[in-house]
T-cell receptor, first 114, second 113 residues
Framework: NAGVTQTPKFQVLKTGQSMTLQCAQD?????MSWYRQDPGMGLRLIHY???????DQGEVPNGYNVSRSTTEDFPLRLLSAAPSQTSVYFC?????????????FGDGTRLSIL | GENVEQHPSTLSVQEGDSAVIKCTYS??????FPWYKQELGKRPQLIID?????GEKKDQRIAVTLNKTAKHFSLHITETQPEDSAVYFC????????????FGTGTKLQVIP
């Protein structure tokens, strides 16, 4: 199993551009999430999904859209990039079995907005 | 919503000494507390977790304790080694449908050889 795969690994955008960060998992996990990681602020939840066709907002959703058309894929879209969105983005997935389950993270996408 | 505070933000210890990282949470409904280790430029990876029906859990040199009454939990690393140097994140998970995870702000641990 590849686990959670994120592409691209690095990206530089200009203010106002849009782009999609890709996330795919091959573990048949129901739950998927997007986080951003900024220095001194830990990991903050952007959007999450409990299954195909179901998404919801996390702590910092503004400026981002998500969709979940399949169990495997959970892309994150930046609608109009702003310098404040410069960050490292992590996608994570977890099993929705009985009891809490740990999250599996991708390698991250390092995004710079100029 | 849940709020997780983590201390200290940086910690330096001599190789072989112990390291302790402490976290507090605000929502008494949180019932799962994982700890993640993140090496520089890498993904966070689970190192140990504890559920609310357990007070302590150990895995070799790593242990976690949970005090539900006081709403705090701690990570203990004994006999530290240089490869323990990393950023450690605690988290609190609220059950009920989606497992909403709230992370602490991280502790940068440096083990000095």
């Amino acid at each position: 199993n590849a686990g959670v795969t994120q592409t691209p690994k690095f990206q530089v955008l200009k203010t106002g551009q849009s782009m999609t960060l890709q996330c795919a998992q091959d573990m048949n996990h129901e739950y998927m999430s997007w986080y951003r990681q900024d220095p001194g602020m830990g990991l903050r939840l952007i959007h999450y999904s409990v299954g195909a066709g179901i998404t919801d907002q996390g702590e910092v959703p503004n400026g981002y859209n998500v969709s979940r058309s399949t169990t495997e894929d959970f892309p994150l879209r930046l609608l109009s990039a702003a310098p404040s969105q410069t960050s490292v983005y992590f996608c994570a997935s977890s099993y929705a079995g009985v009891g809490n389950q740990p999250q599996h993270f991708g390698d991250g996408t390092r995004l710079s907005i100029l | 919503g849940e709020n997780v505070e983590q201390h200290p933000s940086t910690l330096s210890v001599q190789e072989g000494d112990s390291a302790v990282i402490k976290c507090t949470y605000s929502d008494s409904a949180s019932n799962y507390f994982p700890w993640y280790k993140q090496e520089l430029g890498k993904r966070p990876q689970l190192i140990i977790d504890i559920r609310s029906n357990v007070g302590e859990k150990k895995d070799q040199r790593i242990a976690v304790t949970l005090n539900k009454t006081a709403k705090h939990f701690s990570l203990h690393i004994t006999e530290t080694q240089p490869e323990d140097s990393a950023v450690y994140f605690c988290a609190a998970v609220l059950s009920g449908g989606y497992q909403k995870v709230t992370f602490g702000t991280g502790t940068k641990l440096q083990v000095i050889p």
